[in-house]
């Protein structure tokens, strides 16, 4: 298990009913449906998914209505939506005990949101980087829901009332966004407590995964180079392929951390073998230190193929069976919907929306 940190507990009355049930609280995280699945995307968030289910109730959603803050081709859109739920189950998550579903599935997200646009101010969206960087030099002419997309978000989350959110770096702000949201509305309509104060969980290893190309840049779905990542339905042969041509420099392996750091390719595959094989990265450079690449690159391709593997074929396998993901997200999304609908009526109520 990696390092898991949270902010200071403030004291939150939502745990004390999951603590009586032997649990940490409720988690709901998303991903969205765009592009392929690659090696950051597992090792930064859904093999901790799988990871947190002892521990908290869960639900993990294919985000489709964020999908589409920019634009999309609907049948790919449908089958990446598929394809990130087969990922979920592969990977190990229990659709029955856990919840595996899409956001659109469940209207609540969408009419929570537009609550939730009215309680965020635009001076606390004009404050989002991911907006700024996902609508480039244009800003004039990115959706108004991409605009909106950290308000959706908190609705993804509060909507559950959800107490944890396992969460990259680069999603930190939305969920500062999500918190300052919940406070507001808790304030405005002198509903203390309703909303809880959502926890970010943080995990400590190798979260951030680089490119196989370039060491400097996060590894990425939108990469024009296939050789910059690994995809999650790479087959041997393919991540073998791509870790032989992995960027390196001259010298052998690094010999101690500071060196590492220095040196962005290695330090990149350095933290991918220490998230794979569960170990601190201290001890993998240790292991290495000195050594020529080309047998550091043998090993990491060995145990790759060993963890990755089996989660690529699961993958495909379930791909090939549409019926039964397609059934697994409906049953996730019925029992998704008997969660929040309550907690919408709810927040009709206190915002004073007669329910004749
Ligand atoms: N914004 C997240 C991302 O791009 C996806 C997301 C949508 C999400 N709703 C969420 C993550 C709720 C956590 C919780 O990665």
Known sequence: MPDVTTTAAAPNPHLAAYAARGLKGRILSGVQPTGNLHLGNYLGAIRNFARLQDDYECLYCVVDLHAITQPQDP???????????????????????????????????????????????????????QFK?????????????????????????????????????????????????????????????????????????ATRVMSLRDGTKKMSKSDPSEFSRINLTDDADAIAGKIRRAKTDPHPMPDTAADAEKRPDADNLLGIYAALADQEKDAVIAAFAGKQFSEFKGALTEIAVAKLGPIGGEMQRLMKDPGHVDAVLRDGGERARAMAEPILAEVYRTVGFLRP
């Open 75 to 129: 049948a790919q859109l449908a089958a990446q939506t598929r394809e990130i739920a087969a990922a979920f189950l592969a990977a190990g998550i229990d659709a029955k005990k856990q919840i595996i579903f899409a956001q659109s599935l469940v209207p609540a997200h969408a009419q929570l949101a537009w609550v939730f646009n009215c309680v965020a101010r635009v001076g606390w969206m004009n404050r989002m980087t």
């Open 133 to 205: 960087e996902k609508a480039g030099k244009d800003r004039e002419a990115a959706s108004l829901g991409l605009y909106a997309y950290p308000a959706l978000m908190a609705a993804d989350i509060l909507i559950y009332k959800a107490t944890h959110v396992p969460v990259g770096e680069d999603q930190k702000q939305h969920l500062e966004l999500t918190r300052d949201i919940a406070i507001k509305f808790n304030n405005d309509f002198k509903a203390p407590d309703f909303f809880p104060i959502t926890e970010p969980l943080i995990f400590g290893a």
